[in-house]
């Protein structure tokens, strides 16, 4: 079952709020007393309503199977907060909420306990509350409902534009005293009653900000002449290059072996890259950098978990997004609905070993001996390239599957990928695509 927009919107929007009045009576059951515990002023938890629309695109197939859905809403859930918070701890180099003093948690963002309580919730929403939802969601006048989603996704952005620009103010304005005691200065002396308002009602939901000393860079531990220090966004980005190119040759080489064919694995038209290897490269990275040096068995045992869920979360994406399935495993033993099967979850758990014990070390050592000035006038140049490469691919593989209902060229632009990427070199650059409805 696949969800229209306009079902996601109420997804999203029931989810967030749902969220927002769980989080707020879980504290008042804690601290005693009633907390607005949300980024935002609107009652809206947003990563509850990406979570819920998460939920109803990637896990409707794993209705009748209780256990995999269960444990998709688990990853899902763990890839969403952990993205999150590593993103807030990035732009304003702090954690808004830290776990890590409790028992079975990961980097601080989550404990064992929130994965529990994500997977029991996914079985829920969808057997049971998403049906409701969209019944409800239905029977609202169709006039009625596009003045609904315009008001409110004006509300919403305006509230997350305006609780930004309160965040970078305090985060640029204040350097020297205690998180509260300048941010009531700062509000005092700026006379902003929004600003004041917005900032208090942050350092009540989350203290452990008026705990720790204000928003800081952090130190630097080597020289200021080293590109890409440490797992950084110039390291990711350079890994995700890396890891695209290095997955397309291994593919094409296990390909030659195993079928003795020499077939392109390539996910643009345009070069050796596989988009799916270089994220999951950045991906493993970035969740799995602090425990590099932890055993193999544990290694293992999260880049199966994760590289399994990360290749069914593509393949719902690329056939939602292009009508097109790139491979299926239907005919392998151990596979769930032909988007993954429990080998090749195996082998992406040996490759997260050998990646962050062998490869890693070596690639971000070539990395970091990019001349400093040459990495960063190259990096935003390979990324627009790269940008460019993916949408130009998108719209070729879009123009392959409207040609099976629409063969002649409605426009200039398609007119334009009829006679670049007809469907001979697109069958070649993509042997295993199958269109779907």
Not at 190 to 197: E, M, P, Q
Request: aromatic letters at 18%; glycine letters at 6%; one cysteine or more.
């Amino acid at each position: 079952m696949y969800y229209t927009w306009n079902e996601l919107f109420w997804i999203f929007f029931s989810y967030s709020f749902v969220g927002w009045c769980t989080g707020v009576i879980a504290n008042a059951f804690r601290r005693k007393k009633f907390v607005n515990t949300g980024f935002l002023n609107l009652p809206l938890c947003p990563i509850y309503g990406i979570i819920g629309m998460a939920y109803s695109i990637f896990l409707p197939e794993l209705k009748n199977h209780l256990f995999f859905l269960f444990l998709g809403g688990c990853i899902i859930a763990f890839i969403i907060i952990f993205v999150t918070g590593f993103l807030f701890e990035q732009i304003f180099n702090r954690k808004w909420l830290d776990y890590s003093k409790s028992r079975f948690q990961f980097q601080g963002y989550l404990n064992q306990l929130h994965l529990l309580f994500f997977g029991l919730i996914a079985v829920v929403c969808i057997r049971y509350i998403n049906p409701l939802l969209l019944k409800l969601s239905n029977l609202i006048p169709g006039a009625v409902n596009f003045i609904l989603e315009i008001i409110l996704s004006i509300l919403l952005l305006t509230d997350i534009l305006c609780c930004i620009a309160v965040i970078f103010q305090i985060q640029h304005s204040i350097r020297a005293a205690r998180f509260v005691e300048q941010m009531q200065d700062f509000t005092e002396d700026i006379g902003n009653v929004l600003t004041k308002v917005v900032s208090k009602r942050i350092e009540k939901a989350y203290p452990n900000i008026e705990r720790n000393t204000v928003f800081h860079t952090p130190a630097k531990t080597k020289s200021n002449t080293v590109f890409a220090e440490g797992c950084c966004t110039y390291k990711l980005i350079w890994l995700f290059f890396l890891g695209a190119f290095l997955g397309d040759i291994t593919e094409t080489i296990f390909c030659r072996i195993t079928s003795d064919v020499w077939m392109s694995r390539s996910s643009v038209v345009y070069g050796p890259f596989s988009i799916v290897w270089g994220l999951g490269c950045a991906f493993l990275t970035a969740i799995l950098y602090k425990y590099r040096k932890r055993s193999d068995r544990y290694i293992f045992i999260y880049g199966t978990l994760l590289g399994g869920a990360y290749e069914y979360i593509c393949s719902i994406f690329t056939e939602l997004v292009f009508g097109t399935v790139f491979w299926d495993y239907s005919k392998i033993p151990f596979n769930l609905g032909g988007r993954i099967n429990l080998l090749y979850c195996f082998f992406w758990g040996i490759a997260a070993v050998v990646w962050l014990k062998i490869l890693y070390p070596i690639l971000s050592g070539w990395i970091e001996k990019i001349p400093k000035k040459i990495g960063y006038l190259l990096t935003p140049i390979a990324v627009v390239l790269m940008i460019g490469n993916i949408l130009i691919s998108g719209m070729a593989l879009a123009r392959y599957s409207a040609r099976t209902i629409h063969p002649k060229p409605q426009n200039q632009v398609e007119e334009f990928l009829d006679t670049h990427f007809d469907d001979a070199r697109i069958e070649r650059i993509y042997p295993n695509a199958t269109i779907v409805e």
